[in-house]
């Protein structure tokens, strides 16, 4: 497609549920990031896939979260045991690798967790 | 570590008025700068980036920006403010030595348009 792609575009839990969230780069970006956006925090930085290399994982907040990558292509961010402070916009963002570039972010899933 | 500061978290402007938007970073060296719209359950739309060269930036819709070093800034400006500037906006770091783009955010400005 044209940009990047998420979905769901809205997702509402249950605490103590599992949650999956996807993630369709631009063709051809090779780096990958997910970002979160929540009230109280703003805009804060979870993960960053860049290429083959090992993701740079220091923003994950807890355990609870995980992502991959698949065939250098689409991204899953996995929310285990979801908790209230989890609810917020995951937003995810694509970018060629390499210096002076921009990176492209997609509309974001809102995850409610109730 | 790189970080981000927006003085203020609401602007409120009046169509056709001056728009200023404040960031000031801090970073161990230069880094590159962003600026990001958001509009109401958007995602983020880049407005304009210095990363080398001329210091004053224009970008899309009328906004411009200035990279000072010596003040560590890199305020967003727009001459006549419009109804359909009503959005989020969000000043950005990046390191310049990193390939890619991991970046740092501040914590957002909200604009209002008063007609």
């Known amino acids: 497609g044209a940009g990047v792609s998420q979905s769901p575009s809205n997702k509402v839990t249950e605490k103590g549920k599992d949650v999956e969230l996807r993630c369709d780069p631009i063709s051809g970006h090779t780096a990958l990031y997910w970002y979160r956006q929540s009230l109280g925090q703003g805009l804060e930085f979870l993960i960053y896939f860049q290429g083959n290399s090992a993701p740079d994982k220091s923003g994950l907040p807890s355990d609870r979260f995980s992502a991959e990558r698949t065939g250098g292509s689409v991204s899953t961010l996995t929310i285990q045991r979801t908790q209230q402070e989890d609810s917020a916009v995951y937003l995810c963002?694509?970018?060629?690798?390499?210096?002076?570039?921009?990176?492209?972010f997609g509309q974001g899933t809102r995850l409610t967790v109730v | 570590a790189q970080s981000v500061t927006q003085l203020g978290s609401h602007v409120s402007v009046s169509e056709g008025a001056l728009v200023l938007l404040r960031c000031n970073y801090s970073s161990s060296v230069p880094p590159y700068l962003f600026w990001y719209v958001q509009y109401p359950n958007q995602g983020l739309q880049l407005l304009l980036k210095y990363t080398t060269g001329a210091t004053l930036v224009k970008g899309i819709n009328g906004f411009e920006a200035e990279f000072k070093k010596s003040e560590t800034s890199f305020h967003l400006t727009k001459p006549s403010a419009h109804m359909s500037d009503a959005a989020e906006y969000f000043c950005?770091?990046?390191?310049?030595?990193?390939?890619?783009?991991?970046?740092?955010f501040g914590g957002g400005t909200r604009v209002l348009v008063k007609p």
């Open positions: 963002a694509s970018s060629l690798i390499r210096y002076n570039t921009e990176a492209f």
């Open positions: 950005a770091v990046s390191d310049p030595k990193a390939a890619g783009n991991k970046l740092t």
